[in-house]
């Protein structure tokens, strides 16, 4: 069974300073990972999705990793604002004949002070 | 192309109610997914469809909650009698084997 564990559950950082975020699973046999970004009370919005056989995928000030041998996942964030505050969410595509299932972390809760 | 559109955003039922949240997803896209999420926790899988075939339901409760996705219109997931413990966001993606695509969810509250 796929477990999915995001470190820290919470991080709290002056504006400026440089964000990164740990993602690990379990089962390495995952045809994609995913990041999340969600503010309270709404929706996910996607930010970056790294396929399997892919590295590192970078969007502006955004950079996330994956290491698929030993199951970790790092996203950057560069220059961090305010309005980066958010909970920001990994999760793992695994195909299957049996039925995909896209397993989520529980989550990193940022705050990005002024 | 809509994102993939859920109703109601918020869904007020008192407690024996029953409570019936719809997914549309993006166009082109035959697979739905339906994830809960409890105040303060991540998201938990529930069911995995395609059109008029469920194939992953390992993630909804044995009692209660069912999910369809008929060949035409949305996606329905149905939870009967309704208990304050079913309170949550409960939201809805649409995907094609790669990138998984959200809805705003639906936050049910059981008074």
């Known amino acids: 069974k796929q477990e999915v564990t995001q470190i820290p559950a919470a991080l709290s950082v002056p504006e400026g300073e440089n964000l990164v975020l740990n993602c690990s699973f379990t089962d390495s046999a995952i045809y994609n990972l995913q990041w999340f970004r969600q503010d309270p009370g709404k929706g996910l919005t996607s930010l970056l999705l790294?396929?399997?056989?892919?590295r590192e995928q970078t969007s502006g000030r955004l950079n996330a990793s994956l290491d698929k041998s030993s199951g970790r996942s790092t996203l950057y964030i560069a220059a961090s604002q305010p309005g980066d505050s958010a909970t920001y969410l990994c999760?793992?595509?695994?195909?299957?004949?049996?039925?995909?299932?896209?397993?989520f972390g529980g989550g990193t809760r940022v705050l990005v002070k002024p | 192309n809509a994102g993939v559109m859920q109703n109601p955003r918020h869904l007020v039922r008192r407690r024996g109610q029953e409570a019936r949240l719809r997914c549309s997803p993006m166009?082109?896209?035959?697979?739905v997914y339906w994830y809960r999420q409890l105040p303060e926790e991540g998201l938990k899988f529930m069911v995995y469809l395609q059109k008029e075939n469920i194939i992953d339901e390992s993630g909804m409760p044995k009692e209660r909650f069912s999910a369809e996705f008929p060949k035409e219109g949305p996606s329905i997931l149905r939870i009967q009698q309704v208990v304050r413990g079913d309170s949550a966001a409960y939201f809805c993606?649409?995907?094609?084997?790669?990138?998984?695509?959200f809805g705003q969810g639906t936050r049910l509250t059981v008074v």
């Open positions: 999760a793992v595509l695994r195909i299957k004949a049996a039925g995909n299932k896209l397993t």
């Open positions: 166009k082109g896209h035959s697979h």
């Open positions: 993606a649409s995907g094609q084997n790669t990138e998984a695509f």
């Open positions: 790294i396929q399997s056989s892919q």
